[in-house]
């Protein structure tokens, strides 16, 4: 098949990739690296020059340095050290014998240089395996922008690079020598050189923010510009990337993605932004649209996509919601959540929630219902994560299923964007611990009823759930969507089709499986179904989790007692 993608060039923004053909929303644009990434060509009018012989890196985080395979980024569960070095670990033979041939056998005396099992940061070390190995990694140095005047520019920054460029000479000396064949030709690595080289990886390179971290650089997908309104999305899962559309692209549309988390306010997508010297001027910025104005005016297409999803009545996207005045209001309110709710886990859990009472006001701003507006975003997530850490299963249900209903399909309309496909992944993984036919959740209900707004008679609604059948039409939806958004390697796609399979195996559930096996075939038939058995669900379950935050933070009734 042809490239989906073509690298032009224009005097405002260099080097770009722009749609070779019309895409759909999930189409796979590049696989990098792949054998046709060589044959990627250039506009008609652009130079020949344009058609670079591609160069990837791939690296473990520096604090997983000795539990994560350096080889193919894996986990296993008794990492292979390297012996020589102590810096890298591996799955087995196999992996250690391939990242010998294709890096660590320069890589590792430069790594005994540095101290051994001294940690060195994942950038430095991403900079001297370019260094090591010129044949191989020559476009990141001759192709990338570093925006090394810039840096320049900024003290601090520029200093925290030339402390590892001072020493990098006598690493990297000490990875060439007398290494391979014994062909190499000495390297020349100046601190200039050495400086220039880390502002290009810290300009250019990915963090596998989904993949536990690390860095991720390619020097094709470096090309793709930015936009907080981005057509495309970017997966990780070993050491390839995944480039998709995110919405519909025409012929020759520029291909865009969002380097930061785009559903921030304004003030603080210009905060991200600085480390790569630019503002964007795309109408989310230009207009500061919040994220229900952007959804608002999301393609049809996109939207259309949710009648497969926890939200799949399509006017809800073109709602209202509350007094829409941009992000500016909202930025004081994350500046003060973000002051007293800090992301870090390292609290005791009475001190988390003493947090989350104290940022609780500031973070609901009154009663606006606005789920899917920082810093009210941020706060679901940290209390989704303190619920999980007290093993409240049901309050955890709760405000899980407040954010797949309520926050997430506004702050990513694509029901296969990865962040939604995610919290889907939370909502199963919680219900597969809910007891069938258990009261449980109900009790806890009406035990939350007793200090807020929530009626008994939703409480026994609760009752009439069928919890296992939920959880696996939930898990259809992600097994539906996960490849779409990220790819069909996806760790994560692969274990929770393999819990879908096991609850399509439990005895005595014939009739319901003939039910859900209708509905995935054709949901427009089944569409009452889908409504009765998932969609008021997971609604009544986003209501009580508003009831719970208000319980436990704001009334301070502790409902992990409840």
């Known amino acids: 098949m042809d490239p989906a993608y073509q690298i032009r060039t224009s005097p405002s923004k260099h080097r770009a990739l722009h749609a070779a053909r019309a895409l759909t929303p999930g189409a796979l644009i590049a696989v990098f690296p792949s054998p046709t990434a060589r044959s990627a060509t250039p506009a008609a009018s652009s130079s020949p020059l344009l058609s670079p012989a591609p160069a990837t890196l791939a690296l473990p985080p520096m604090a997983a340095r000795t539990t994560t395979c350096s080889s193919c980024l894996a986990t296993p569960p008794t990492p292979r050290r390297c012996t020589a070095c102590k810096a890298t670990a591996y799955c087995d033979a196999a992996c250690q014998k391939s990242h010998w041939s294709s890096v660590h056998s320069r890589e590792c005396a430069a790594l005994q240089a540095a101290g051994g ?79 220039e080289l880390l502002c290009k990886i810290k300009t250019n390179a990915f963090t596998r923010s989904e993949a536990g971290e690390g860095l991720f650089l390619d020097t ?9 309104v981005p057509n495309a ?4 899962s070993g050491r390839r990337a995944f480039l998709r559309a995110l919405r519909d692209i025409k012929e020759g549309e520029e291909i865009e993605i969002s380097y930061i988390d785009c559903t921030q306010s304004l003030e603080h997508r210009r905060k991200a932004l600085e480390l790569y010297f630019f503002q964007c001027v795309c109408t989310r910025c230009n207009e500061d649209l919040d994220n229900y104005q952007l959804a608002a005016r999301a393609p049809t297409s996109a939207i259309k996509l949710n009648s497969f999803s926890v939200v799949p009545a399509p006017h809800k996207y073109r709602e209202t919601h509350g007094d829409l005045q941009g992000t500016a209001q909202a930025a004081g309110r994350e500046r003060r959540v973000y002051g007293t709710l800090p992301s870090s886990r390292d609290f005791p859990l009475p001190e988390r929630r003493r947090q989350l009472i104290h940022s609780y006001a500031s973070a609901m701003n009154g009663d606006s219902d606005r789920w899917a507006i920082e810093p009210t975003s941020y706060f679901l997530q940290e209390a989704l994560t303190y619920y999980k850490s007290v093993d409240k299963p049901e309050a955890a249900l709760a405000v899980a299923s407040l954010i797949a209903v309520e926050s997430d ?54 009752s009439n759930v069928d919890y296992m059948s939920l959880c696996q039409m939930v898990l259809v939806l992600v097994v539906k969507w996960a490849p779409l958004g990220h790819s069909p390697e996806w760790e994560l796609f692969l274990l929770y089709r393999e819990q879908l399979q096991e609850i399509e195996a439990l005895p005595g559930r014939d009739r319901e499986n003939g039910m859900i096996r209708a509905w995935a075939s054709d949901p427009s038939q089944m569409a009452q179904f889908f409504d009765f058995a998932v969609v008021k669900p997971m609604a009544l379950l986003a209501e009580l989790g508003k009831a719970v935050l208000a319980v436990d933070f704001a009334k301070d009734k502790n409902v992990c007692n409840f």
């Open 220 to 228: 094709t997908l470096a090309m793709v510009n930015h936009s907080c």
């Open 233 to 236: 999305i970017v997966a990780f």
């Open 117 to 195: 099992e001294g940690a060195v940061p994942t950038y430095v070390r991403m900079a001297m395996q370019v260094l090591l190995w010129p044949e191989k990694f020559a476009a990141v140095e001759a192709q990338l922008d570093g925006n090394v005047d810039r840096f320049e520019g900024r003290a601090e920054a520029w200093a925290g690079m030339e402390v590892p460029a001072k020493v990098m000479g006598r690493w990297v000396a000490a990875g060439a020598k007398g290494k391979g064949k014994g062909k190499e030709k000495a390297v020349e690595v100046t601190e200039r050189r050495v400086v």
């Open 409 to 462: 399909p506004y702050k990513y309309v694509e029901p296969f964007h990865v962040q939604r496909v995610q919290g889907l992944m939370g909502v199963a993984n919680i219900l597969l611990g809910i007891p069938p036919g258990g009261d449980a959740l109900p009790s806890f209900a009406r035990q939350v009823g007793k200090y807020t707004d929530f009626p008994a008679v939703k409480s026994s609604a609760l």
